[in-house]
């Protein structure tokens, strides 16, 4: 299994990202897969998942209504697009896949994360 996570960077606060995860080494559509972040200092925490075929998606308290995850089940591949983005936003980034079950299960495989600087 491989998640390469790509599209970080540094933004003005109330900028926008898009974080793309490129996924390989198994099959993607069946998969519940989700994006999570570490903030300095702290554990990593969930953001955000999407279903295997992108009819259900979830989203922590800090990011609704700003976050938006999606999925290319052909280019197996996980976004997140990022707006309003704020300066407590700024951490690692990670997509994950899900072994089975719903997001309160543990994800199977990690990323590698990318960094996303929110200045002030």
């Known amino acids: 299994v491989q998640l390469q996570a790509s599209g970080g960077g540094l933004v003005q606060a109330g900028g926008s990202l898009r974080l793309s995860c490129a996924a390989s080494?198994?099959?993607?559509?069946?998969?519940?897969m989700g994006w999570f972040r570490r903030l300095p200092g702290k554990d990593r925490d969930f953001v955000a998942a999407?279903?295997?075929?992108?009819?259900?998606?979830y989203y922590a308290d800090p990011v609704k209504g700003r976050f938006t995850i999606s999925r290319d089940n052909v280019k197996n591949t996980v976004y997140l697009q990022m707006n309003n983005l704020k300066p407590e936003d700024t951490a690692v980034y990670y997509c994950?896949?899900?072994?089975?079950?719903?997001?309160?299960?543990?994800?199977?495989?990690w990323g590698e994360g990318t960094q996303v600087t929110v200045s002030s």
């Open positions: 999407i279903s295997w075929n992108g009819g259900s998606t």
């Open positions: 080494g198994f099959t993607f559509s069946s998969h519940l």
């Open positions: 994950a896949r899900y072994p089975y079950g719903g997001i309160e299960v543990r994800p199977a495989d």
